[in-house]
């Protein structure tokens, strides 16, 4: 698309969103913290904007890698440990406990 | 085995990731599906499932799915010394908290003792949980509390952690800016429009020794706050507001530090998918 009818187009149709604020808006829009307005607008701007549909994609496979990222592994000596510690634990009475835990 | 149900709308299909299994589905019609979750014993099973491209997420399995305990039963077990609930609440958090403690402390060895000192209070402390906070959060509270305490102890809390709200909010508005032309007729465009990634699996990608030294290398350093929020909400998949109450952070400032975390990982991850400068 021709670059200044896009400018013109983004102006007037697409509710006055430049391409930085919807990178700025991208974790309010996944998170839907956007105003419906808001979230009209920046959709508005998606439909005329190949960059930042592409910048929206690119969030989202960010954060999918992230999801996938593997679990931190626990050595099992450490776990052993609390088991272990567990049982001791157990076998005490309920108030004989130390610190309170803050609830 | 459980299963979730979920909304597919016409004309789009779905690909099996990882631990869920489901077949290949074009739906002719929006459609209700089912999608079976094998649950591994020991392991969180997080499930996204691709859809055209673009990822949906199913909320992940908790840990009361897989005891098939509610919060008040588990935390009962837990009180009356159950030690298959204690063993098995253990496996699923250990390795969330280990990660999050990491961002506390030097070292590894010093987040392996900040995470078994979280469980001994919780035995602690578990007599006196009233429920006014999901246990989840209690939890993870017990962690930073204890995680905080050591890391002042080490003194790397003290350099990188209490200053870091200040580190962070000195940061500058965006850290996108660079990416936009900054005057005349075409300000606030992009300078190089972003390009589309090769739609390759989250999988196939992780396979990659280079792209996870990438993700490592940016989430390594980034600011401990943006470290915190970004490990919560994104890796391990803690809702918005309990990170909001595990952080103690307003739902603002979550979102901000979430948003320039995401940004630095998105921008050093760019050349290792494009392949190309971004």
């Not at chain 2, 402390?105 to 979280?118: G, H, I, L, N």
Request: net charge positive; proline share 6%; hydrophobic share 40%.
């Amino acid at each position: 698309m021709d670059t200044n009818l896009k400018s013109k187009l983004m102006k007037y149709m697409a509710g006055n969103f430049t391409c930085r604020e919807i990178a700025q808006l991208v974790t309010d829009y996944l998170d839907g913290s956007l105003t419906l307005g808001e979230r009209v607008r920046f959709q508005l701007h998606l439909g005329l904007c190949f960059a930042c549909r592409n910048y929206l994609r690119q969030m989202k496979y960010t954060i999918a890698l992230l999801r996938q990222w593997p679990p931190e592994p626990v050595p099992p000596h450490v776990k052993e440990e609390l088991l272990k510690r567990f049982r001791t634990w157990k076998q005490r009475p309920p108030q004989s406990s130390g610190k309170p835990g803050t609830d | 085995m459980l299963n979730h149900f979920f909304f597919l709308p016409r004309g789009h299909g779905i690909r099996q990731i990882e631990s869920a299994w489901i077949k290949y589905v074009l739906c002719p019609r929006p459609l209700i599906v089912t999608v079976g979750l094998r649950i591994i014993p020991h392991s969180d099973v997080r499930v996204s499932l691709y859809y055209l491209g673009s990822t949906i997420s199913l909320s992940p399995l908790t840990v009361h799915d897989a005891l098939n305990l509610d919060e008040p039963g588990l935390v009962q077990a837990l009180q009356a010394g159950d030690e298959r609930v204690f063993a098995a609440v253990m496996d699923w958090y250990s390795g969330s908290l280990l990660r999050l403690a990491m961002s506390y402390v030097p070292s590894r060895a010093v987040a392996e003792e900040v995470v078994q000192e979280t469980w001994m209070g919780v035995l602690e402390g578990i007599h006196r949980f009233e429920s006014r906070s999901s246990f989840k959060t209690w939890l993870f509270r017990i962690l930073t509390n204890r995680a905080k305490t050591r890391g002042i102890r080490e003194s790397r809390y003290e350099s990188f952690g209490l200053s870091v709200s200040s580190t962070d909010a000195d940061e500058g508005h965006s850290t996108e800016d660079s990416l936009f032309v900054a005057e005349g007729s075409r300000t606030g465009h992009w300078i190089d429009p972003p390009l589309a990634w090769e739609p390759d699996t989250p999988e196939r990608v992780l396979l990659s020794k280079e792209c996870r030294a990438a993700i490592e290398h940016a989430i390594g350093n980034l600011p401990v706050t943006q470290r915190q929020v970004m490990t919560l909400r994104d890796i391990e998949g803690v809702s918005s507001e309990e990170v909001c109450n595990i952080l103690e952070i307003s739902e603002t400032n979550q979102r901000v530090l979430l948003h320039r975390a995401r940004t630095k990982v998105r921008r050093e991850l760019a050349p290792y998918i494009q392949g190309g400068k971004m």
